[in-house]
C-alpha cells in the first residue's frame, strides 16, 4: 500500500533548544548534575537497578516530607497527577471534599473532585490571603467534609497557607487532610507527620530542579485506612495507590508492573534529591527565604506593590501587581526576546493583574535575583519609558 503522508522537512533540522534563565513559578533551571544523570542509559522498568533508584528516590522523598509513611513513592505524571491521585483514591461519590481556595488551584482541586463525583464545598480566603484556622475550623463544621484540601503555595497568588493545628482540627472532625506543595516544598517548611497531614505532593521541577513528569506522593495509615474501606474501586486504574505502591514495594508484597517508568526521569529525580539532602532542609528552606527577602526589597526599591499580604508570602513565588498603563504581556515578551529570562504573568484569578517570579532551586541565589529585577526594570523602561522610577532604583 502506498504510504500518503510524507515525513516532515522540519524534522530534518538538528535539534535547537535555548538556554534560558527561568525566572517564572515553574519549571525551574536544572542543576548540571541533574541533567547528565538524564543523559545515562535507559534501563528496563522492573530491572534490579532501577528499582534500587526507586527505593533510593522513596527514602529522599521520605526526607523531604519529613514523614516515615510506608506509602510513599512518586507517579508518572506532572504535579496534577498528585492532585488527581489524592482526589481520586480518598473520594468516593457523594462524599464531601472542602477546597480551602486561596487562587487557581482551589478551583482546579474542586474541577477534578466533581468529576470523581463528590460533592465539593469550597471555602474562601480574601484577596492575596491565607485562611485563618478559625475561618477553616468553621468551614468544617458547617460543611462536614470527609476530605479538606488546601495548597500550600498557591503559584498563582503568591500566597502560603499555614498548616499548624489543621491536621489535630480535622482528626478531630474525622476529616482527612490534603495538602499540595508542588511550589512550596524545600522553599518553606513542611512537616508531614507532626502537623498530621493524611496525604501530600510535591512537584519534582520546583525547588528540586528536576524534570516535570515524575510526582512525590505520600498517604500515611489515616489515607490507607479510607482507602481499604472504599466501597467502590478507584475510578482510574492509573491513580489506584495500591497498584502503584506495590510496583514501588510499599506495602510489603511482591512488586509488579503497573506502567512502564521513565528510568531517565527516574535519574534525575534521584540526583536533584540527593542535591537537596546534601543541602539539608533547613539551609535549603533558609537559602529562598533569604533570596524572597532580596528580591521584595529590591521589588519595593523599583516603587512596586506586592500582591500578597507579608505574612502569607511564598518565598518561592512573588506576585506583583502590575501598574496602571502598563501591559504585562509586551514586558514578558521582551525580557524573554531580549534577555532570554522568563517573567511570567497571573494565572487564574489573577490573571492580567500580577507578574510572577519565582525563585526556585538553583534559581534562589542572590546574583540571579538580582539579575531578574536588573532584567525586569529594563524591560519596563523599555516598555513604557515614562514609568516613573524611585531615584533608587534608576541607580541598579
Request: charged fraction near 20%; proline fraction near 6%; charge should be neutral.
Amino acid at each position: 500500500m502506498e504510504y500518503r503522508v510524507s515525513a516532515p522537512d522540519v524534522l530534518r533540522d538538528p535539534l535547537a533548544v535555548p538556554e534560558k534563565l527561568l525566572m517564572g513559578p515553574g519549571p525551574s533551571n536544572a542543576p548540571p548534575r541533574v541533567l547528565e544523570a538524564m543523559a545515562r542509559p535507559i534501563l528496563g522498568h522492573l530491572h534490579p537497578e532501577t528499582l534500587k533508584i526507586m527505593d533510593d528516590i522513596k527514602a529522599g522523598v521520605r526526607y523531604l516530607f519529613q514523614t516515615n509513611n510506608a506509602a510513599t513513592f512518586c507517579l508518572s505524571a506532572s504535579g496534577h497527577g498528585g492532585m488527581e491521585a489524592t482526589l481520586c483514591n480518598l473520594l468516593e461519590d457523594g462524599d464531601v471534599v472542602l477546597i480551602g481556595h486561596t487562587g487557581h488551584w482551589g478551583d482546579r482541586a474542586a474541577d477534578m473532585a466533581t468529576r470523581y463525583g463528590a460533592d465539593v464545598r469550597l471555602v474562601r480566603a480574601s484577596q492575596g490571603s491565607s485562611l485563618a484556622l478559625p475561618e477553616i475550623r468553621r468551614a468544617i463544621e458547617t460543611h462536614r467534609p470527609s476530605v479538606l484540601f488546601l495548597t500550600q503555595g498557591e503559584s498563582s497568588t503568591g500566597v502560603r497557607q499555614g498548616l499548624e493545628g489543621v491536621g489535630a482540627l480535622c482528626r478531630a472532625h474525622d476529616c482527612l487532610l490534603v495538602v499540595d506543595t508542588v511550589a512550596s516544598l524545600g522553599g518553606t517548611p513542611f512537616h508531614m507527620d507532626a502537623w498530621e497531614v493524611d496525604a501530600a505532593y510535591t512537584g519534582s521541577q520546583k525547588v528540586l530542579g528536576a524534570p516535570p513528569g515524575i510526582t512525590p506522593i505520600s498517604f500515611n495509615h489515616r489515607a490507607v485506612e479510607r482507602y481499604r474501606r472504599r466501597h467502590t474501586k478507584v475510578k482510574v486504574y492509573y491513580w489506584d495507590m495500591f497498584l502503584v505502591g506495590d510496583y514501588w514495594g510499599c506495602f510489603g508484597r511482591p512488586r509488579i508492573y503497573h506502567h512502564t517508568i521513565s528510568s531517565t526521569l527516574l535519574y534525575g529525580l534521584r540526583e536533584a534529591i540527593a542535591m537537596a539532602c546534601e543541602e539539608s532542609l533547613p539551609s535549603l528552606i533558609a537559602r529562598h527565604q533569604d533570596c524572597a527577602k532580596r528580591l521584595h526589597d529590591g521589588l519595593r526599591a523599583m516603587g512596586l506593590e506586592l500582591y500578597a499580604q507579608e505574612r502569607d508570602r511564598l518565598p518561592t513565588v512573588t506576585t506583583i501587581h502590575v501598574p496602571a498603563g502598563l501591559d504585562w504581556l509586551q514586558v514578558s515578551q521582551y525580557a524573554m526576546k531580549t534577555y532570554l529570562v522568563e517573567i511570567s504573568g497571573g494565572l487564574g484569578p489573577t490573571a492580567g493583574q500580577v507578574f510572577r517570579i519565582g525563585l526556585m532551586g538553583q534559581n534562589a541565589t542572590s546574583e540571579r535575583v538580582d539579575r531578574v529585577l536588573q532584567v525586569f526594570r529594563d524591560s519596563i523602561k523599555a516598555v513604557k519609558p515614562d514609568f516613573a522610577f524611585p531615584r533608587s532604583a534608576s541607580k541598579m
